[in-house]
């Protein structure tokens, strides 16, 4: 019972991470600002240009 409880929490509080980060990363596009990611190992700063297209792929 208590790891089923522990179990939907963590998917709700993954759920919440998510959708907190996306908005990040939107407020980000819309305002001209770039964000540092970690890609194959290596830390890569995107334009607002690259973001929108990061988010292209995810949908």
Known sequence: MKNKI???LSSQIDAG???????AIERHRKLG????????GQIVTLSADEIFSL???SN
């Open 55 to 57: 988010t292209e792929k």
């Open 6 to 8: 522990s179990d939907q």
């Open 33 to 40: 600002e770039s964000i540092s990611i970690l890609k194959d």
């Open 17 to 23: 991470v998510k959708a907190a980060i996306a908005e």
